[in-house]
């Protein structure tokens, strides 16, 4: 994917004067939390909730798709499918000649695409099952039992700890680490200790990653430097058909070994609040 040639923001159109929006989403737009968030975020916020009350009229594009995976909203790549603003329907398998369709949207003469992604998904870590290097997210505790919090330990992704409360993981500090918890099954994350951890870190965490220009960061076990990127698309949790994730695009990846790794916002006077794990 390439989205070095998108025209970004200038691809949708303002926010119309009486928002036409649902209850839930006229609430989420118009909290205080999106007051950080500059006119051209705000914007992006906005189709991408309406885009998503259209949840029926997609969930029948997808249940079309064969191998669908998950539905996704954003800007669609500008070389490879359209320099656009619209939905994503990501699925396994090769492309097919009805891999895309247009879905128009009830506000004048606003339409948007809808594109079936063809996805092979490569996961960035270097050995399997037991994979012995990954990238630590953060420190952190499971708060699985509020009166027994779990930890502290290291927060990464289950595709480098492993699904298995107990199972061991080399760690690159010589211990055997121990998977504490796991996330639920959507989420690709788990809590690792082992005798080297120091307390959690307190960190703020961002209510909702919003696909625009807002830069992010990450800093991989195997990467030589900062992975500096943009979110381009996110996914609504009502979304998932066939997927243990629950992801963002980023517009650059990293390298293999870099799975886990906490990736945070970068505008300027951020705290460097967590966005997601890698």
Not at 20 to 25: H, T
Not at 56 to 70: C, F, K, M
Not at 181 to 200: E, H, K, R
Request: charged residues 15%; hydrophobic residues 40%; glycine residues 10%.
């Amino acid at each position: 994917m390439d989205f070095s040639k998108s025209q970004g923001q200038d691809l949708l159109p303002n926010i119309p004067e009486a928002l036409g929006l649902g209850e839930v989403a006229l609430s989420v737009l118009t909290r205080a939390d999106t007051q950080r968030l500059n006119s051209d975020l705000r914007k992006t916020l906005y189709w991408s909730l309406r885009l998503m009350e259209l949840r029926d009229d997609i969930r029948r594009l997808a249940r079309s798709v064969r191998g669908v995976q998950r539905v996704m909203y954003g800007f669609l790549d500008p070389v490879y499918e359209v320099d656009a603003f619209g939905v994503i329907i990501v699925a396994s398998g090769e492309r097919e000649d009805s891999d895309s369709g247009i879905l128009s949207v009830v506000e004048g003469d606003t339409a948007f695409p809808v594109r079936v992604r063809r996805v092979t998904e490569i996961a960035h870590q270097v050995s399997m099952p037991q994979p012995t290097l990954g990238s630590a997210g953060i420190r952190a505790r499971s708060r699985v039992s509020t009166a027994r919090p779990i930890g502290p330990g290291v927060l990464t992704v289950k595709h480098v700890a492993g699904s298995t409360i107990g199972g061991h993981v080399p760690m690159t500090c010589g211990c055997a680490g121990r998977v504490e918890d796991v996330a639920p099954s959507c989420i690709d994350g788990a809590l690792v200790t082992c005798s080297c951890w120091v307390p959690p870190l307190h960190v703020v965490t961002p209510w909702m990653a919003v696909p625009g220009s807002t830069p992010v960061e990450f800093h991989g076990t195997a990467s030589a430097v900062a992975i500096v990127t943009h979110v381009t698309a996110t996914t609504n949790i009502l979304g998932i058909y066939n997927t243990p994730e629950l992801p963002i695009t980023l517009a650059v990846h990293g390298a293999g070994g870099d799975s886990g790794a906490l990736v945070t916002e970068t505008t300027g006077g951020s705290t460097g609040a967590p966005v997601g794990l890698y």
